[in-house]
């Protein structure tokens, strides 16, 4: 038996966190996380429209409630600008995973919902 890899346990876990479900409309959102600034930096996730696997440089954040919510404790992105279209989860998981060690970044995950389904 070959001896635990981290790094592939974490790609698999990203590329899974890349789901789409059509039937429900939500689709998984990974987000990395400058801890310094305590903001959104990169977010990845699947585009059903175009059939790829999308991760957007974050350009524009809200105003950062520290937990004032009890929810998100980081400044979420409303504005990115395209960084690379992916045809694969794996492939975008592998980005992200050179990005977040380049950086020192943070994961974070949200389920989010198409708002005609939901």
Same mark, same amino acid.
């Given at each position: 038996?070959?001896?635990?890899? !981290?790094?592939?346990?974490?790609?698999?876990?990203?590329?899974?966190?890349?789901?789409? %479900?059509?039937?429900? @409309?939500?689709? @998984?959102?990974? $987000?990395?996380?400058?801890?310094? $600034?305590?903001?959104?930096?990169?977010?990845? $996730? =699947? %585009?059903?429209?175009?059939?790829?696997?999308?991760?957007?440089?974050? !350009?524009?954040?809200?105003?950062? %409630?520290?937990?004032? *919510? @009890?929810?998100?404790? =980081?400044?979420?992105?409303? *504005? @990115?600008?395209?960084?690379?279209?992916?045809?694969?989860?794996?492939?975008?998981?592998?980005?992200?995973?050179?990005?977040?060690?380049?950086?020192?970044?943070?994961? $974070?995950?949200?389920?989010?919902? %198409?708002?005609?389904?939901?």
């Amino acid at each position: 038996m070959p001896p635990f890899n !981290v790094d592939q346990f974490a790609r698999q876990l990203l590329a899974e966190a890349l789901f789409y %479900d059509e039937e429900y @409309g939500a689709l @998984g959102n990974v $987000s990395l996380i400058d801890k310094e $600034s305590v903001r959104e930096r990169y977010l990845a $996730s =699947y %585009d059903p429209d175009r059939d790829i696997y999308l991760i957007e440089e974050a !350009v524009e954040w809200e105003e950062l %409630d520290a937990d004032e *919510d @009890g929810e998100v404790d =980081y400044a979420l992105a409303v *504005d @990115g600008q395209e960084y690379g279209t992916y045809e694969t989860p794996e492939a975008a998981a592998e980005v992200l995973m050179t990005l977040a060690r380049e950086h020192n970044l943070g994961p $974070s995950f949200m389920i989010l919902f %198409d708002e005609d389904t939901a």
